[in-house]
């Protein structure tokens, strides 16, 4: 029989993994330089390292470096959105102005969304351990899914025609140091 090892407070700050944990933010805004793509490598290595229903690895994962690309698509978005961007005076790129991209996508009939979120996390932790900021970002997909002008785009991330984009993960280095925002303890309940 396996002992049960008590852990205090005091071990659970000094746990690296959850350090990790507590000082991931969503990150929005980025240094003007693109990520290496060792570190994306290592960073979608640990995503597709993430636990899956069956080990079925519902998911298909485009890295977007293409620094012209995200340009292109930047300009469709741009015009057909001009207020948006004049409010915003730091205003880069539709993917909160970040240099890199991690597209996911999930079976196009369905499934797959809770192993997608599961790899995004994993990603989005193995980021934060190398310096790197994220975002998690539904509003861009849904704009580039209802826009024509953006079928480039999608064309060049070459989805397969059974799989749709889900969410994209703006990575990149952090220009800002977003504070914790609070959470909410009172949704959890504890049985004994």
């Given at each position: 029989m396996l002992g049960v090892m008590a852990i205090s407070a005091?071990?659970?700050?000094?746990?690296?993994?959850?350090?990790?944990?507590?000082?991931?933010?969503?990150?929005?805004?980025?240094?003007?330089?693109?990520?290496?793509?060792?570190?994306?490598?290592?960073?979608?290595?640990?995503?597709?390292?993430a636990p899956s229903?069956?080990?079925?690895?519902?998911?298909?994962?485009?890295?977007?470096?293409?620094?012209?690309?995200?340009?292109?698509?930047?300009?469709?978005?741009?015009?057909?959105?001009?207020?948006?961007?004049?409010?915003?005076?730091?205003?880069?790129?539709m993917f909160r102005n970040a240099?890199?991209?991690i597209c996911v996508c999930t079976p196009a009939k369905g499934g797959g969304e809770l192993d997608a979120g599961l790899l995004g996390e994993n990603m989005m932790l193995a980021a934060q351990s190398l310096g790197l900021g994220t975002c998690c970002l539904g509003?861009?997909?849904?704009f580039l899914l209802a826009n024509e002008k953006c079928r480039f785009f999608?064309?060049?991330?070459?989805?397969?025609?059974?799989?749709k984009l889900n969410y994209i993960i703006a990575i990149g280095y952090p220009d800002?140091?977003?504070a914790?925002?609070?959470r909410d303890e009172s949704k959890v309940k504890y049985i004994e």
């Open positions: 005091q071990d659970v700050y000094e746990n690296e993994v959850i350090n990790n944990i507590m000082a991931r933010r969503s990150v929005r805004q980025y240094l003007n330089k693109p990520v290496e793509h060792d570190k994306l490598a290592a960073v979608v290595r640990a995503g597709i390292n229903g069956m080990n079925r690895q519902p998911w298909v994962i485009r890295v977007v470096e293409n620094q012209e690309l995200i340009a292109q698509v930047t300009e469709v978005y741009k015009q057909e959105n001009p207020d948006q961007v004049a409010r915003d005076p730091n205003f880069k790129n240099p890199n991209l509003g861009p997909v849904r999608l064309e060049r991330l070459d989805i397969p025609e059974d799989y800002e140091q977003p914790a925002k609070p």
